[in-house]
Each structure stands twice: as C-alpha cells, then as structure tokens.
C-alpha cells in the first residue's frame, strides 16, 4: 500500500463547475497536509495547508480533512482554464526534529474545458 | 522578500560523474529540505538541513549528500552519477522544524540529463 494514494487522473471538468480532488494516507499518526500545484515543467506551489479535522476556505479552494478516515481532499470552485495543472497531496508524519519530511501521492492531471 | 533560488536551471552529465546543486533558502527560513522528481511521479524526499546539520533523510544511498552553510543556502553534491539520476531537483525551505504548520516552499528546481 502506498504511504500517500491519489487517482492520477486525468480529470476533466467544464470551466465554471466544482472540481474535486482526492487523497488517502496510510500512516494515522500523520498530523500536516498540504496541496501543491505543478504546472507542467515548473516546480509545487503551496496552495493549502490543513491540519484538523473539516474543512479550511481560501479563496475558491477548499481542503477538508477526515482524520479517522485517512482521507484528504481538495475542492476547486468556478474552475478556469488557469487551474488546469497536477495537484499533488504532501501528508508531514510529525512536527519533531528529524521527522519533517513530505510525503507526495503521484498526484492528480486536472484539466479544465472551456 | 526573496523566495527560493535554485541553480542551475538545467544540467547534462555522464554516467560516473559528479554534479553539485545549489539553493538559497527563502528570507527568513533557517531550513533546506531537497527532493528528486522522477518524470510522472510526486517529490521524493532526499534529506534536510537545518542548523548546518542533516535533519532527517530518506531512502537514498550514501552518494547523495549534502551540505548547508551558515547563510542558511545549502548544496546538494551527486557523485557516480547513474541514468536512474536523471530527474528534477527540487530545494524547498521553511521556519525551523518542530511544529505542526511548518509550510515547505519549493524553488524552481534543477533538471539534471544523465547520459
């Protein structure tokens, strides 16, 4: 099983709808999440960042998190053109010194149709 | 505010050879961490640096080290360079580890060919 899961698309949905994007993790014990996006050939940006369980508004973009379900997930409101890119989940295990790292699902192809 | 720097932008080498990449943190992050990104794949995480000392590392054999310095850059150094190599590089830096919200922010990235 892996440690972070996503549906690696592609996932097509006409411009103005809801997008919705989808995580599992396997380790309970992990306590940070985040979302990236990667426009092809550039590097993640940090879109959002969730931390207990619910849901967390920005913007058009909003996270929520199921603790007890090991699920994460990402929703895209009034999707544009612009948002079509990979959306990588990143779960962070512990917030002590030397457990820091990011662990990333292979991500998930979004595509927009106009 | 100066985000992350990665340099060079892009690298070809041979199989056998060596290669150093280089980052600058962001103002204010005293924390490097570097990941490899194979085409079609999520971020691997290599190792961390934090206070000029490795802060955790991954699952990457010993030819894969690196460095930080004092300014808070760090330096990612590659030796007996092999195809499976050829990826994107990434640097992120972030605050001090050790708390739940630490938000890691990725530079451009290095793509390095191994031919």
């Known amino acids: 099983q892996k440690e972070v899961e996503q549906n690696s698309g592609p996932l097509s949905v006409p411009e103005g709808a809801i997008a919705s994007l989808n995580c599992t993790y396997s380790?309970?014990?992990?306590?940070?999440f985040f979302w990236y996006r990667q426009y092809s050939g550039k590097s993640p940006e940090l879109i959002m960042s969730?931390?207990?369980?619910g849901d967390k508004e920005d913007g058009r973009f909003t996270a929520q998190l199921n603790k007890a379900s090991q699920y994460v997930s990402l929703l895209i409101r009034d999707s544009q053109p612009s948002d079509s890119a990979t959306y990588l989940c990143?779960?962070?295990?512990?917030?002590?010194?030397?457990?820091?790292?990011?662990?990333f699902g292979t991500g998930t192809r979004l595509t927009i149709i106009p | 505010e100066t985000g992350v720097t990665q340099s060079p932008t892009h690298l070809i080498k041979t199989r056998g050879q060596q290669v150093t990449l280089r980052c600058s943190s962001q103002?204010?992050?005293?924390?490097v961490s570097w990941y490899q990104q194979a085409l079609g794949q999520g971020p691997q995480f290599i190792f961390q640096?934090?206070?000029?000392?490795?802060?955790g590392r991954g699952n990457f054999p010993p030819r894969f080290s690196g460095l930080q310095f004092p300014n808070y850059s760090s330096e990612l150094n590659v030796n007996a360079l092999e195809l499976d190599d050829s990826a994107l590089y990434l640097c992120?830096?972030?605050?001090?580890?050790?708390?739940?919200?630490?938000?890691?922010?990725f530079g451009p990235g290095t793509r390095l060919t191994v031919l």
């Open positions: 380790d309970r014990v992990s306590q940070s």
């Open positions: 969730i931390y207990s369980n």
């Open positions: 103002s204010g992050h005293n924390t």
């Open positions: 640096y934090y206070r000029e000392e490795e802060n």
């Open positions: 990143a779960v962070k295990r512990g917030s002590n010194f030397g457990n820091e790292k990011l662990t």
């Open positions: 992120a830096s972030s605050p001090s580890p050790g708390t739940r919200d630490n938000e890691q922010f």
